[in-house]
């Protein structure tokens, strides 16, 4: 039964990982091909291809922690090579989080409908907003590797370890959970900026919606499908996102109180659904993309039905 499951949950991350790496690719392949082709590149294409980017990094990222984590009993993980893996994990993370919080602003700052002073200065300043907003979140990045990285070095000074050792048994635990504290401490504050343009879209539709019945026109004008469709791509991010983050947390208390066991790719294929359910939700979106792919769908089917078709 437990080889049964743990088949079936391979299959799963497999899954995840062609889906991910075909959906992310699908994306960046199409806005450069559209961006050499026009040779002009709007700022959420450009959003869109580094998330996309971001994200086929982040799901090889993952794909190798796991694979070092099933092979744990016979690999010898240095620290080094603990270190190389969470910087690397920390940075993809970082970015695939930032980029669609970056992603939620775009969409609040020109669809939102506000009268502030603040909000309209915002709005005329999008890209300016946006380049901002990565630059604060990169340094937030650099702090939080070099907390990680210290944190793993006092970890295995503190247990008397050198470059050779090999990180087994009840050792583990301990510093795995270092990257989890730290990374929930800094993508806690790109999960709140998603959670605050949300609510404060749903306010703006409210008051879109109370100022079509004073009018008497019909609840969907452009501006209304505008805000669904905002709301709509905001919350399959915090959706998406939320369970991500109780992945992580779940894979924590199981590091520290069980052993490797089929839990590890329960919690694997769940946060693997986050890069890789969020880019078909990215697809589906936006026009472009999802024009692109009926186009791929369309031509697979004709070639399909034109293989078919008997000979002369």
């Not at 580094?50 to 620290?79: C, G, K, M, Y």
């Not at 910087?87 to 506000?114: D, E, M, R």
């Not at 583990?172 to 605050?196: A, C, G």
């Not at 186009?295 to 008997?310: D, G, M, Y």
Request: charged residues 10%; positive net charge.
């Amino acid at each position: 039964m437990k080889a049964t499951v743990k088949c079936a949950l391979l299959i799963i991350l497999v899954v995840e990982i062609i889906i991910g790496c075909l959906g992310n690719g699908f994306i960046a392949v199409v806005n450069i091909m559209d961006w050499t082709k026009r040779r002009r590149f709007s700022l959420v294409d450009q959003i869109l291809t580094a998330l996309a980017i971001s994200r086929l990094a982040f799901v090889w990222s993952l794909l190798t922690v796991l694979v070092i984590s099933e092979l744990h009993s016979s690999l010898l993980i240095t620290r080094k090579m603990l270190r190389i893996i969470n910087n690397s994990w920390t940075v993809t993370n970082h970015f695939s989080i930032w980029l669609a919080t970056c992603l939620s602003i775009f969409y609040f700052l020109k669809i939102a409908n506000f009268s502030n002073s603040i909000f309209l200065s915002l709005r005329w300043r999008v890209k300016t907003v946006v380049s901002l907003t990565l630059l604060v979140s990169l340094l937030l990045l650099l702090v939080n590797v070099i907390v990680i990285n210290t944190c793993i070095v006092i970890s295995v000074e503190g247990y008397k370890v050198n470059m050779s050792y090999s990180f087994h048994s009840n050792n583990n635990p301990q510093i795995s959970r270092i990257p989890l504290f730290t990374n929930t401490m800094f993508t806690f504050i790109p999960f709140t900026v998603t959670l605050t343009i949300f609510l404060l879209l749903i306010f703006s539709l409210w008051r879109h919606l109370k100022k079509m019945q004073h009018r008497s026109k019909g609840p969907r004008d452009p501006s209304t499908t505008a805000h669904i469709k905002a709301l709509q791509m905001v919350v399959t991010f915090l959706l998406l996102y939320t369970i991500f983050f109780l992945a992580l947390v779940m894979q924590a208390w199981k590091n520290e109180v069980q052993p490797k066991t089929v839990f590890n790719l329960v919690f694997e294929s769940i946060a693997l659904a986050f890069p890789s359910g969020h880019s078909c939700v990215l697809i589906l979106g936006n026009s472009k993309l999802r024009q692109a792919f009926l186009t791929i769908i369309w031509w697979l089917r004709s070639s399909f039905n034109a293989a078919e078709l008997p000979g002369p």
